[in-house]
């Protein structure tokens, strides 16, 4: 019988091209999983995302820093300790607008997929 555990030592690192340091722990590019992604994420100072509309429920845990979300039109800012759940199907712009990096936590369901996300790219 097999071990009941999986120990993830080597996470998928997410190629980018804005900074952003993007580890997948869990998820599609790591074991396959299109149930749930866990991914540690490092967002530097200045960074942006354009607004998209995923196709999952995400829900963000601050480490430290600060993360800028734009929802709905409403913008919202985290900080260390806090978390936040945001409802697929939901109109948002992530940022790190302030001066220090801002390192979290990003769990979603279903799984991250490129597919899911709806980018509004010009």
């Known amino acids: 019988m097999g071990k009941k555990y999986t120990i993830q030592k080597s996470p998928f690192v997410v190629p980018t091209n804005d900074g952003k340091l993007i580890e997948e722990h ?3 590019a790591t074991d396959g999983n299109s149930e749930i992604s866990i991914a540690h994420m490092i967002a530097p100072p200045g960074w942006s995302e354009p607004f998209q509309t995923p196709e999952f429920d995400e829900y963000t845990y601050i480490i430290r820093g600060k993360k ?25 712009q992530y940022s790190n607008p302030f001066e220090e990096e801002c390192e979290y936590l990003a769990v979603c369901l279903p799984a991250f997929s490129i597919d899911l996300v709806n980018r509004e790219d010009s």
């Open 26 to 28: 869990f998820g599609n």
């Open 68 to 92: 800028q979300f734009i929802i709905e039109g409403e913008k919202i800012v985290l900080e260390k300790g806090q978390s936040i759940k945001i409802l697929k199907n939901t109109r948002i």
